[in-house]
T-cell receptor, first 111, second 113 residues
C-alpha cells in the first residue's frame, strides 16, 4: 500500500520550535503537501515539496528527502493558534492529482 | 470571492434514507474530490472527477454515488447502503496542472438520527 506515517500527537511550548515528521513509500512519489486543519474546519494548504531541500514560508518550513521517503514540517516561534492537526499528503504517479493523506499529527501548543 | 461552498453544514440521516451533500466551486477548477474524515483519522478519498461527465471511485466508494453534470458542481449522495455514514465530509477542487494544491470547502458533518 501507499502508507503515509506521521506521529499521532505532539506537544510543544509557546515560542518554541517543533518538527513534525512524515515518512512515505518512495516508489512512484510525485510530490508532497502539508496542510493545517483546525478542529471541525477545512484543511488549509501550507507547503508543497517535490525536489529535495527546504522550502521556507515565514514561520513554517518544509523539508524533503526523496531518497529517504522523508519530509518534515518545521514550525518556529510557536503561537497558541498553531494548535491544530497537521496533515501530510503525497501524490503518487499514475493517480492524476489524487492525494494520499496520512492520519495527521495533532499539535498542542502550551503556555 | 472565489471558493468552494459546501452545504449544509450539518445533516441528519434517518435509517434507510439517501441524503445528498452539495459542493459548488467558482474557481474554474476541472478536478473535484470528496473525502470522508473520521475522528482522529486522515482524509479518505470517496470519489473524484477530473472533468465534466466523468468520475472515478476512490478508496471507499461503496455506499456513495456522485454526478458531475456541471464543472462547478459535484454533489455526493450517501445512500442507505452506507451503513456507517456518520463522519465529516470534505469536498475539494484543484486545477489539473501538475501538483497544484487542493482547495477545500468547510465540510458537512453527517450524523444518524
Amino acid at each position: 500500500g501507499q502508507n503515509i506515517d506521521q506521529p499521532t500527537e505532539m506537544t510543544a511550548t509557546e515560542g518554541a520550535i517543533v518538527q513534525i515528521n512524515c515518512t512515505y513509500q518512495t516508489s512512484g512519489f510525485n510530490g508532497l503537501f502539508w496542510y493545517q486543519q483546525h478542529a471541525g474546519e477545512a484543511p488549509t494548504f501550507l507547503s508543497y515539496n517535490v525536489l529535495d531541500g527546504l522550502e521556507e514560508k515565514g514561520r513554517f518550513s518544509s523539508f524533503l528527502s526523496r531518497s529517504k521517503g522523508y519530509s518534515y514540517l518545521l514550525l518556529k516561534e510557536l503561537q497558541m493558534k498553531d494548535s491544530a492537526s497537521y496533515l501530510c499528503a503525497v501524490i503518487f504517479t499514475g493517480g492524476g492529482n489524487k492525494l494520499t493523506f496520512g492520519t495527521g499529527t495533532q499539535l498542542k501548543v502550551e503556555l | 470571492d472565489g471558493g468552494i461552498t459546501q452545504s449544509p453544514k450539518y445533516l441528519f440521516r434517518k435509517e434507510g434514507q439517501n441524503v445528498t451533500l452539495s459542493c459548488e466551486q467558482n474557481l474554474n477548477h476541472d478536478a473535484m474530490y470528496w473525502y470522508r474524515q473520521d475522528p482522529g483519522q486522515g482524509l479518505r478519498l470517496i470519489y473524484y472527477s477530473q472533468i465534466v461527465n466523468d468520475f472515478q471511485k476512490g478508496d471507499i466508494a461503496e455506499g456513495y454515488s456522485v454526478s458531475r453534470e456541471k464543472k462547478e458542481s459535484f454533489p455526493l449522495t450517501v445512500t442507505s447502503a452506507q451503513k456507517n455514514p456518520t463522519a465529516f465530509y470534505l469536498c475539494a477542487s484543484t486545477d489539473t496542472s501538475m501538483n497544484q494544491p487542493q482547495h477545500f470547502g468547510d465540510g458537512t458533518r453527517l450524523s444518524i438520527l
